[in-house]
């Protein structure tokens, strides 16, 4: 990838086995910018909405066990990746995607470094939260079972027209709160935080 | 005990519907079946839902049950019983225990086909919060009706534990109620009123040699050791059309009533099942040993999948299915004297206004998909996320059943057309 918002590129130049770096802007989960080695086949607009939502997720788990601090990070081993998440100030995420065998002290440094390099280049405002049913259905079509067919679905349960539902922006916040509603359903959640 | 039930199958040839001691019966896959019940959930909300698919269910079972006792002469409750759960595995639907008496009772299940299924597919996505084996409900108190002579359609069945809820097994308790009015059966003599009369399409003779051999081979499968029938990268089943239809069409005409705005999504859904099922379930038979020993190795030209495909439909039971045209990357009109689904609607709810048979529209629809937007020279698997990633943005091509038996025409004709 080449030049990137932040010029990511810069950033991790000298840093091995790193293989992408992306940030998200919360609460919304889109990708603010990202890198990525050129031979990495993945989109990072796709990965970024969930790197953001491991973030919320881990932040209410940590709620739950009463254990809420201001340096949270998380590191998944998995499929010949390690990834740490971080957050930043600012609403940002950083997610680091490292090939697994690079030594976790390593890893360790490296993080911290491009944090540090992150905190003198990341612009500082307050991100405007997009309106609750346009989040509510981006977490719908990522997590649905069969996401082609999630919209109709919706649809007929709430009795809202699909062009309704096609302009999300739009729902009242009563219906975005019946949208809701039924997305925790559809997912069998207990809670929908988005 | 089996052979014999098994010696009730009869076809009305000429229109490829398949009857089993006079039910009319079809092979269908767990993408349909789970689909299906699903739509009808979304449409009418759990509760009103799983109430719909248990007395569908009851219904047809009643039907099968009741015609395949008489059919074998069996007189006492339990041997009555144990046919039922007999029957039910052989269909690949899973183990029953079927411990009721004319006052109610208990039932059991384990590999239940709804239950086991859904937890494979999606279970290690979505929490479910509700029982997902109405099909096995109904069949049990279909079951206990026909064995104590009750009046049909007087049992109540919930389920009260449930494999996809992460229950050890399946539990259902049975108390008996006020019998409802029985539905006319759909049964041979309705079905035969219903075709019209046959004929044949475009390659005919191929589709009507690989029918007959796929049917041949269909009518040995039974279930395995768990009551379930794992074959083609599915488990299938051999179940029962009315449960289909009835479902289908009272969850269609219930949306009619209340929110008619919404018929064309409650459509759209019930065309997605048949899409589903076949692009699976028809993809994996086309990728399948079995095919390739049979009708040689797949290479990919559309006219072989469709035609391919066109003949799998007939071998299920779903109908005299017919290539009326073909013109790969345009335009496919798939046309029939029959399907199950004009037969049940013309008997059960006389004629239609529109076309009714959502079911071929969406698997004509998956026809062209197959066709056109699988690389089959590099034998993809047809896993769900292929399937996602496939339909994430829609369907490049449309759909129309521009006539139908159920509204008066001389067959059910679809066709399909790239967008």
Redesign the interface.
């Known amino acids: 990838m080449s030049d990137t918002r932040l010029a990511l590129g810069s950033l991790v130049k000298d840093v091995g086995g790193i293989r992408a770096l992306i940030i998200t802007v919360m609460p919304d989960c889109l990708m603010f910018d990202a890198w990525k080695h050129e031979q990495e086949p993945f989109e990072p607009e796709e990965v970024a909405s969930y790197f953001g939502d491991l973030i919320r997720a881990n932040r209410e788990g940590l709620r739950a066990l009463s254990s809420q601090g201001e340096d949270m990070q998380v590191t998944i081993e998995a499929g010949g990746r390690l990834v740490v998440l971080r957050e930043l100030p600012g609403d940002f995420v950083a997610g680091f995607v490292m090939q697994k065998d690079t030594p976790l002290g390593m890893v360790r440094i490296h993080v911290k470094r491009i944090l540090e390099r992150l905190a003198t280049v990341l612009p500082s405002f307050k991100p405007e939260e997009r309106p609750k049913g346009v989040r509510v259905l981006d977490y719908l079509r990522r997590?649905a079972?069969?996401?082609?067919?999630a919209l109709?679905?919706v649809?007929?349960?709430t009795?809202l027209?699909?062009d309704v539902l096609n302009a999300p922006e739009a729902l009242t916040e009563a219906q975005a709160n019946v949208v809701a509603s039924t997305v925790r359903d559809?997912?069998?959640?207990e809670e929908l935080h988005v | 005990m089996l052979d014999r039930v098994l010696a009730t199958r009869s076809l009305l040839p000429e229109h490829d519907l398949s009857f089993l001691a006079d039910a009319p019966v079809i092979f269908h896959c767990h993408h349909f079946n789970l689909f299906l019940d699903q739509t009808i959930d979304d449409a009418l909300g759990v509760e009103a839902g799983t109430a719909l698919r248990t007395r569908a269910a009851r219904d047809a079972s009643y039907h099968l049950l009741s015609s395949l006792n008489r059919k074998l002469g069996l007189v006492t409750p339990a041997e009555r019983l144990e046919l039922a759960a007999a029957l039910f595995a052989a269909m690949g639907h899973g183990r029953l225990e079927i411990l009721t008496q004319a006052t109610g009772g208990e039932g059991r299940g384990t590999w239940l086909h709804y239950g086991f299924a859904w937890h494979e597919k999606y279970g290690q996505a979505v929490r479910r919060r509700f029982p997902a084996d109405a099909m096995a409900a109904g069949f049990m108190a279909a079951a206990t009706e026909v064995a104590y002579g009750l009046p049909r359609e007087s049992m109540q069945c919930t389920e009260t534990a449930c494999i996809a809820m992460r229950a050890p097994r399946c539990e259902f308790t049975f108390k008996p109620g006020k019998a409802e009015v029985p539905e006319i059966d759909v049964g041979t003599a309705q079905a035969r009123a219903v075709v019209r009369p046959s004929f044949t399409g475009l390659y005919e003779d191929k589709i009507a040699a690989i029918a007959k051999g796929l049917r041949d081979f269909a009518g040995g499968v039974a279930g395995d050791e768990r009551g379930l029938v794992q074959a083609f990268g599915v488990f299938v089943t051999l179940h029962l059309s009315t449960y289909y239809n009835r479902i289908s069409y009272d969850a269609w005409n219930l949306v009619r009533e209340r929110s008619p705005a919404s018929l064309p999504v409650i459509e759209a859904l019930l065309r997605e099942s048949g899409h589903v099922c076949v692009f699976n379930t028809f993809g994996g038979i086309l990728l399948s040993p079995e095919w390739e020993g049979m009708v040689g190795k797949i290479q990919g030209d559309p006219v072989e999948i469709v035609s391919g495909c066109t003949a799998i439909g007939r071998a299920l039971g779903f109908g005299h299915w017919t290539l009326a045209e073909l013109k790969p990357g345009e335009r496919l009109v798939l046309r029939t004297p029959s399907t199950y689904e004009s037969s049940y609607w013309v008997t059960r709810e006389g004629p239609a206004q529109q076309g009714m048979c959502f079911f071929v529209q969406g698997a004509a629809l998956a026809f062209m998909q197959l066709a056109e937007r699988v690389p089959w020279t590099q034998r993809p698997k047809l896993t769900q996320e292929f399937y996602v990633e496939l339909f994430r943005r829609g369907v490049p091509w449309s759909v129309k059943e521009t006539k139908c038996i159920a509204k008066g025409d001389m067959a059910c004709e679809v066709v399909v057309q790239k967008t």
């Open positions: 997590y079972p069969d996401p082609h067919a109709l679905r649809s007929l349960r009795g027209p699909m559809i997912l069998g959640l």
